[in-house]
DNA sequence: TTTCTTTAGTTTGTAATACAAACTAGTTTG
DNA sequence: CAAACTAGTTTGTATTACAAACTAAAGAAA
């Protein structure tokens, strides 16, 4: 029984919550704000997980305004939206394995 | 919706499979070798993960001898074991609140 | 106008930590 | 005896998560 792995990118806990929140949304967007105050991160450690993300391309970000003020959109990228399956996917199997007990 | 929080310790890759690999015998117990090969650990590394679950308490750590070389018995405490259900329990949580569609 | 405050983020510095290379202690083999 | 192997531990390094400090622009106050 070798044990799967889990992809690094996605398995650290803020970024994990950040995929998981743009999941939920049934749009697979979530503006900047919203994922700081639903997560209860500081801006800067979302802005730097999300520079990650979007470097893996598992997230885009869109830059525009909202009136005068800056609005930045962060979706789920199909590939993003792959990788997170999988990733749940590769628990799903792993939790499965651990409870033989019905 | 609140995103809840994981389990910092047990959510460290390399943690998170010692213990599924714990969690999924019945005896609730492996070796320091077991453990290695099957997770496919370097010593090293392996040695220093046990010792961060130990100083937690979630496992306990029996030096001994088999013949004449030592015979290191990694096992889950009951500490560990809830600690391990919560984080499963919350992974679920979270996974079922991810796929809304049937 | 000029100055202060707020908003919406980014960059940079640091503290934590995952990991492997090097080491230790003892055993078996040649 | 020395060399090689076993079963781990300690150490150093390289990542990286995170927050403090910063930037840039807008609005309010004086």
Redesign the interface.
């Known amino acids: ?3 799967p ?2 992809d ?1 990118i996605i ?1 650290e ?1 803020a970024r ?2 950040i995929l ?2 743009l ?2 949304q049934t749009s697979h967007r979530c503006s900047f704000l919203e994922l700081k105050d ?3 991160m500081t801006s800067g450690n979302l802005s730097s997980q999300l520079s990650v993300l979007e470097s893996s391309e598992y997230i885009a970000i869109a830059k525009g305004f909202r009136g005068k003020k800056p609005y930045t959109e962060v979706s789920l990228t199909s590939k993003g939206s792959e990788a997170f399956d999988d990733y ?1 996917d590769t ?2 199997t ?2 499965a ?2 409870k033989p007990r019905t």
């Open positions: 029984m070798k044990l792995d889990l690094k398995h806990r994990l919550r998981a929140c999941a939920s639903k997560l209860d749940l628990l799903d792993m939790i394995a651990l």
